[in-house]
């Protein structure tokens, strides 16, 4: 008789395990950007000063202003407005990016992200 009910609490088991692993593997995460494909750009050139932004009231609590920011076009640089953003979770804060110059006298962008 304990035979029994341990051959059956054993199949309950492995069937209950079975269909844990059957359904982590149904549905994928979601994907999320690779911000690290895309090589850094380096410039030989400063960019300019940043341009004063006059920054908008926030929609709601659960924006963050991202900055605006030089960009550089491959011949010139152009100014990227800018923008109030979600946040990914509510402590998250939001680290700008920016230039920075290397030894070498070029400048590379090191872009922003969530803290």
């Not at 690290?36 to 908008?56: C, F, G, L, M």
């Not at 923008?83 to 590379?108: H, K």
Request: hydrophobic content about 40%; overall charge negative.
């Amino acid at each position: 008789m304990a035979s029994v009910l341990c051959n059956r609490l054993w199949l309950g088991v492995s069937l209950f395990a079975g269909l844990i692993v059957t359904s982590c593997g149904a549905s994928p995460p979601p994907p999320y950007p690779d911000t690290s494909a895309a090589p850094a750009p380096e410039v030989a050139t400063a960019p300019p000063p940043p341009k004063i932004e006059t920054i908008p009231a926030p929609p709601s609590s659960a924006v963050v202003w991202e900055p605006g920011h030089w960009t550089w076009t491959g011949t010139d640089w152009e100014w990227s407005s800018g923008q109030y953003a979600e946040r990914p979770r509510p402590s998250a804060e939001w680290i700008p990016g920016n230039w920075v110059q290397q030894a070498d006298g070029r400048w590379i962008w090191i872009p922003g992200h969530w803290g």
